[in-house]
C-alpha cells in the first residue's frame, strides 16, 4: 500500500507555492497525498516566522497530528524551521525540521519513518541559501500561485524573512514562463504572482546579482502566455512599482487593475525608523498613479500597529492618512518582537492591550473603505471568474478588481468566466449579481519564445 503524506501550510501565497511543489515531488515518489485532518504516515507542516500566532499555530498542529496518528513521522519545514530549528525540534512529536535549503530534498531524508526520540535538525547558515528553486500551487481548478522571486535584500527592523529566506534571487524567465504554461494546460485561468520581494525580479536570475530582466520585462512575457486570463500582483513594494508597470497593466488584457501594496505606517517618522525605502509621498504618488489610470482599481495595503515608538499621535497621522486614501482594504498586522531583528531591542514599545485596541480600529476602517469600494462598482459591468465551492448554496468569484460577488450554486459555473452586472451589496458584505453572458474561451497554444 502506499504511504499516505499530509501536508499543512502556515503563512503567505509563497509557501503555499512551495509546499504544492514539495507535495508533487511525494506523489512522483509513490505516495498518496491526503488532507492534514486525516489519518496519515508523515505530516509535513511548512512554518511561517511573520507572527506569534503562527508559532502556537505549529504546536497544536502537531498535536492534531499526533492524535489523528501517533506512530505517524512529523516534520517541520519553512521560515521558522530555518529560524529556531532547535526550538521545533525540542516539540513533542517533531521528527524532522528541515532548513531553507534542505526542504526542497524532503524525501531524501525519510527512507526510515520510525519516530525519533527527538527531533533530527538539518538546518544551513542561511548565506547557503543562494539558489532558486521554482514553485507553483495549484490549489483548486481556478487559480494558481505561481513563485517568481525568493529572499529578500532589504533591512526593515521587524522583519525576519531575510534571516529564514536569505538574499534575493529570481527564477529565470523561461522557467516562470514554462511554468505558467504548465498551469495553463491544466485549464487554470488565473495565476497569482508570488515571491518576497517580487518587484525586485531579475536579481540574481543566472546566480549573479546583475538584473538580466526587470518586473516589467516579466509582466510583458507572462502577457503573452496562451491561456491564462489574469494574472494578479499579490505584493508588490511601492518603490519598486513603477510607472511604466502600472500603464502597462492598464492596457493589458491579462494582468488585472488589482495591486497589494505594503504600507506599513503612514508615518514618516515610523517609516525611517523601520528603515523602508519610500515614505508617504511617494505611496500617494503611486496610489494617485493607479486611479489616475485605472479608476475602477483595487488597491490593498500592509500595515503594521504597535511598533516600538508608535505613539497614540503616530498613529493617528497613519489612521488619518490611510482614511483620507482612495484605497480598498487593509491587511492590518500586530507588531510582535522576533529575535535577532533591531526593532526587538527598540525602546517605547507599546503595551500590548493598545497594540489590540489599535488593530481592531484599523480592522473597522478596512471594512469600511472594502464596503465603500463594493458601492462605486454597484450599477456596473465586469467579468467574474467563479470558483468551485459550494457554501451554504451558493457559488462565489472574484471580478478582475477583487469584488467578492456570489449567486446561487450552479455547478455549470464553475472555473467560467461571466460578464455580470452588480446589483446590490448582500448582508455578509458580498455583492448580489446579475449575470449577462458567458465569456466563450478559445484556448490556444502558446508560441511565446524567450
Avoid at 502506499?2 to 509557501?15: D, I, R
Avoid at 499621535?313 to 492590518?332: C, K, R, W
Amino acid at each position: 500500500m502506499k504511504k499516505k503524506v499530509a501536508f499543512y501550510t502556515l503563512g503567505c501565497k509563497l509557501n503555499y507555492s512551495e509546499t504544492s511543489t514539495i507535495s508533487r515531488d511525494f506523489e512522483q515518489k509513490g505516495f498518496e497525498q491526503v488532507g492534514f485532518e486525516t489519518s496519515a504516515d508523515i505530516y509535513v507542516i511548512n512554518t511561517c516566522s511573520v507572527t506569534e500566532n503562527a508559532d502556537k499555530r505549529f504546536k497544536n498542529l502537531v498535536k492534531q497530528a499526533q492524535k489523528k496518528n501517533p506512530e505517524a513521522f512529523v516534520a517541520a519545514i519553512g521560515c521558522y524551521a530555518q529560524l529556531k530549528p532547535e526550538e521545533l525540534a525540542k516539540v513533542h512529536g517533531v521528527d524532522l525540521v528541515l532548513g531553507a535549503t534542505e526542504k526542497f530534498k524532503i524525501t531524501d531524508y525519510i527512507n526510515d519513518l520510525s519516530k525519533n526520540d527527538f527531533g533530527e535538525v538539518h538546518s544551513c547558515e542561511i548565506q547557503e541559501a543562494n539558489f532558486y528553486v521554482g514553485s507553483y500551487a495549484v490549489g483548486d481548478r481556478t487559480r494558481a500561485f505561481l513563485k517568481v522571486q525568493d529572499g529578500c535584500d532589504y533591512k526593515c527592523t521587524y522583519c525576519t524573512i531575510p534571516l529564514a529566506r536569505g538574499l534575493s534571487r529570481s527564477d529565470t524567465l523561461s522557467n516562470v514562463l514554462r511554468n505558467a504554461e504548465e498551469i495553463s494546460a491544466q485549464g487554470i485561468k488565473e495565476i497569482v504572482l508570488t515571491g518576497v520581494n517580487i518587484g525586485d525580479y531579475g536579481k540574481g536570475e543566472f546566480g549573479n546579482k546583475r538584473h538580466e530582466h526587470t518586473f516589467l520585462d516579466l509582466v510583458k512575457a507572462l502577457d503573452q502566455v496562451e491561456g491564462i486570463h489574469r494574472y494578479r500582483i499579490s505584493s508588490i513594494e511601492p518603490n519598486l512599482l513603477k510607472n511604466e508597470t502600472i500603464d502597462f497593466v492598464a492596457k493589458s488584457d491579462a494582468f488585472v487593475p488589482h495591486f497589494h501594496i505594503p504600507l506599513q505606517s503612514g508615518s514618516d517618522l515610523l517609516l525611517k525608523s523601520m528603515q523602508r525605502r519610500y515614505l508617504t509621498s511617494l505611496y500617494t504618488e503611486r496610489v494617485e498613479k493607479i486611479k489616475e489610470t485605472m479608476p475602477q482599481a483595487c488597491i490593498g495595503v500592509d500595515v503594521i500597529v504597535g511598533y516600538p515608538g508608535e505613539t497614540d499621535e503616530l498613529f493617528l497621522e497613519t489612521y488619518n492618512y490611510l482614511n483620507n486614501l482612495d484605497i480598498a482594504y487593509l491587511h492590518v498586522f500586530t507588531y510582535s518582537e522576533r529575535d535577532n531583528t533591531p526593532a526587538a531591542l527598540m525602546p517605547n514599545a507599546v503595551p500590548k492591550a493598545i497594540r489590540r485596541k489599535r488593530s481592531k480600529m484599523l480592522r473597522g476602517l478596512s471594512a469600511k473603505k472594502r464596503r465603500a469600494f463594493y458601492e462605486q462598482q454597484l450599477g456596473s459591468k465586469h467579468v467574474v471568474l467563479f470558483e468551485s465551492e459550494n457554501k451554504d448554496g451558493y457559488i462565489q468569484g472574484f471580478t478582475e478588481n477583487y469584488v467578492k460577488v456570489k449567486t446561487p450554486w450552479n455547478p455549470d459555473l464553475i472555473n467560467t468566466l461571466n460578464e455580470v452586472f452588480l446589483e446590490e451589496l448582500y448582508e455578509d458584505g458580498m455583492v448580489k449579481i446579475k449575470i449577462l453572458e458567458n465569456i466563450k474561451e478559445q484556448k490556444k497554444t502558446s508560441k511565446l519564445e524567450v
